[in-house]
């Protein structure tokens, strides 16, 4: 979980730093929520810290044992990240939270196995301490093959989500030809001297698989 949240709160961050810009630009007037969206301090201050110095946070599962809930804090929000529990559901939610009031800043979605900008995806909302909508966008709005395309390229060539790696979403390049593409990194072998990586790219504007790797890995080893 640890490599996972670590580039997400430092993209939170870089978030942070940029909507404020945003809100003064745009601020739509009937855009309310029905019901503002609070940070579970009294969960999160009975929970016990986990991590090491560099990341410290709190970790539990939901009532139904589904979603893995990550929280954290910084010098002005909350951070809170749910994850599904299982390998082959890769989206996961995340939440920030201003510190002061307690209520919703963000709400995004990104891949559990992407990194910074390459796990964004989705509808992305923005609100202000009150609860209103200041912000809104929709960062698949430019691809005509979205991830859920892409699950079901997956399951049709017989490539197993559960031992994705990564997923990388690349824009367009004017100098690459392939692009803008999906990059899909898995990892498949029980044992040690089984393991391979493979590696498959998909055109995100056709669906089309544009490259495929496979190699074998000797070393070094590697232990569940």
Known sequence: MKKVIIPLFVFFITLTACESKEAA?????????????????????ELPWQGNPDYMYKEFLSADGKIKITMSSGPDNYYQTECPVAEDDMVCLDKLFYKDT?????????????????RVMGVWEHFDRNGKLIDKKDHDAHYQILWSDIEKILKKHKIPLQAIT???RVEKIKSLPDTPYWEVELMTGE???????EQ????SLTGKMIFKDVQKISWPPLYD
Request: glycine share 6%; aromatic share 12%; hydrophobic share 35%.
């Open 25 to 45: 630009m745009k601020t739509p007037d009937n855009k309310k929520v029905s019901a503002v969206e609070k940070f579970d301090i009294e969960k999160f201050k």
């Open 102 to 118: 307690l209520t919703l800043r963000t709400k995004a979605y990104g891949f559990k196995k992407g990194s910074g900008h390459s």
């Open 166 to 168: 990564k997923i990388i």
């Open 191 to 197: 044992a040690a001297d089984e393991r391979t990586i």
């Open 200 to 203: 498959y790219k998909f055109n």
